[in-house]
């Protein structure tokens, strides 16, 4: 039998000869009429007529698995990965901010630790644009910080109906508004597109770190920060993202460039990373061997990054391995790997990046 394959969201596709398949909405035997295709399987051209549709992927629906209370419908398919519930897309919240304080260090913490979390149905951040505006693409998470006293009250909320990766991205992301709300200086002003930037920045290294390759492609093909998390993910090769929370911290002026990262408080900066890098490596806090893990330009002076302590050249700092405490002399640090001391027995060892 002839018959039109339609990709939906795609190009239309001819095929000539198609096995007899089941449609994948009605289930009844597709024997005539155009078939299509939807990455959730076929369906028949009496479903193609269908009005009800799934919100998130299209595929027509007959009986819905289940809807938002604002009357979005998901299909079977998606029901899975969907989160509908208000408990656990709060839960989704606390656990992607426990992971990103894991991944960045107690730096990333919040002070004022208390957030309220709420899902709402309607997106009425887009209707309230007409969909327009900057707001308007995904805005399936809002986050606000209110003053009260000395502290900081925090709210998140996320939309119902959406796909748990999307939102635990989106989490992220709210929650790095969260942090940056307590943590610059009041009356600073950030470019705004910096500041989304900055957001997606987050969620994209969270997402990096659990290997969600199909988030990192959406994150960066987001149209919604104007090119800055592409900028920004570049940016940080060279710059850890901790140079940019310090310079979110302690910089100045509303752009950030490898100018504005390089000339902000290094001292600072050096203690924070010092912190962070400690944590990270809490797992082998007394390992073997030495090994160098980064290097950092700061003013155009490298630093080393050896069993979490830093090291500028000529800088002689001990450090604990499981046979014991070792006195180190760096004697050279470049873009690649160091050179170093052992004071004790004047022993060099070249220590290259992994
Ligand atoms: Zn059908
Ligand atoms: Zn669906
Ligand atoms: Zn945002």
């Known amino acids: 039998m002839a018959a039109f394959l339609i990709v939906l969201q795609g190009k239309a596709e001819q095929i000539e000869k198609i096995a007899p398949v089941n449609c994948g909405v009605c289930t009844l035997k597709i024997r005539k ?19 009800t549709r799934c919100s998130l992927c299209g595929i027509p629906v007959t009986k819905p698995v289940a809807s938002t209370k604002d009357g979005r419908l998901v299909c079977s398919y998606d029901i899975s990965n969907v989160v509908l519930d208000e408990k656990i897309a709060s839960a989704l919240f606390q656990k992607t901010r426990k992971s990103l304080v894991q991944q960045f260090g107690k730096v990333f913490a919040l002070k004022n630790p208390e957030v309220t979390t709420s899902m709402f149905d309607v ?5 309230k644009n007409g969909g327009q505006g900057s707001g308007a693409l995904h805005r399936i998470g809002f986050s606000h910080s209110r003053q009260t ?45 910096l500041v989304e930037g900055i957001c997606e920045l987050i969620a994209y290294k969270l997402n990096q770190k659990s290997k969600n390759q199909s988030q990192l492609d959406k994150i960066l093909s987001n149209p919604y920060t104007k090119g800055q998390v592409n900028q920004l993910t570049k940016l940080t090769r060279q710059y850890p993202v901790h140079t940019i929370l310090e310079w979110i911290k302690t910089g100045t002026g509303d752009q950030l460039d490898q100018k504005s990262l390089s000339t902000f408080n290094t001292l600072s900066y050096r203690r924070q990373f010092g912190v962070v890098a ?64 052992n004071v004790g027995t004047g022993k060099k060892e070249i220590l290259k990046l992994p």
């Open 33 to 51: 009429g155009t078939v299509y295709q939807h990455r959730h399987g076929y369906y028949c051209e009496a479903c193609s007529k269908l009005k």
């Open 123 to 127: 997106d009425y951040w887009n209707k």
């Open 149 to 193: 006293g000395n502290n900081l009250v925090h709210g998140v909320i996320l939309l119902s109906g959406q796909f748990r990766d999307d939102l635990r991205s989106v989490c992220a992301h709210e929650y790095t508004h969260l942090w940056i709300n307590e943590n610059k200086a009041d009356g600073r002003k950030i470019d705004p597109d």
């Open 278 to 341: 400690t944590k990270s490596t809490k797992t082998t806090q007394k390992p073997d061997v030495l090994r160098l893990t980064g290097i950092l330009k700061i003013r155009k002076n490298p630093i080393a990054l050896i069993n979490g302590k830093t090291f500028k050249q000529n800088d002689v700092k001990t450090i604990k391995l499981k046979s014991g405490p070792i006195r180190i002399r760096c004697l050279k640090v470049t873009d690649t790997y160091v050179e170093i001391e």
